[in-house]
């Protein structure tokens, strides 16, 4: 069957077509990631990355080293090289954690704190952070697990709770 000359089937094809260009698509806003989830984004990068004590890169890195590339890369945030040190910056919290949170550790009978890592997100009451662990490299675990609390210290808070930007920490990088 024929209209107008052409057969009904590419009629119809056209007709569907009109108005479905991509030209006539709704533009969609492409949303700037928070600082938060460009850490967490970050951090997770380097899962598997082999431990190496004073490593700052992906061929072998720590715990603190770690934090400090995480932090540089994703927001552009200077923070000193260890976690005693970095223990000093932004702000303690008091409530709960929230993803690009620092989380920091103490060995028993350690005078300075031993550890750190980066929240990376939270499922009701767990907490999971991702970090350089010396036996398995970079990986991610939850602060629940009896070795951590055990040796879990307290928490603190780089970024802005409006996610915008980060606290201003004072002596940064060194």
């Not at 984004?41 to 720590?62: F, H, Q, T």
């Not at 000193?80 to 223990?87: E, G, N, S, V, W």
């Not at 620092?102 to 980066?118: D, N």
């Not at 997100?121 to 907490?127: C, D, F, I, P, S």
């Amino acid at each position: 069957m024929r209209f107008a000359g052409k057969p009904i089937g590419v009629l119809f094809l056209t007709i569907l077509g009109i108005g479905c260009t991509p030209k006539s698509l709704p533009k969609t806003r492409t949303e700037k990631p928070s600082p938060a989830a460009k850490v967490v984004e970050v951090a997770r990068s380097y899962i598997g990355v082999p431990y190496k004590l004073g490593g700052m890169d992906r061929k072998g890195i720590d715990c603190s080293g770690l934090v400090c590339r995480v932090y540089q890369e994703a927001v552009n945030l200077p923070l000193p090289r260890t976690a005693d040190a970095q223990a000093q910056q932004g702000q303690p919290i008091k409530g709960k954690l929230q993803p690009g949170d620092l989380v920091f550790f103490q060995e028993p009978k350690a005078k300075k704190i031993t550890h750190v890592g980066i929240v990376s997100h939270t499922a009701g009451e767990e907490v999971y952070f991702i970090h350089a662990s010396t036996s398995k490299g970079v990986r991610e675990d939850l602060l629940s697990d009896p070795h951590w609390k055990k040796r879990y210290v307290g928490a603190r808070r780089l970024l802005r709770p409006d996610a915008k930007a980060a606290l201003h920490t004072g002596q940064q990088g060194k």
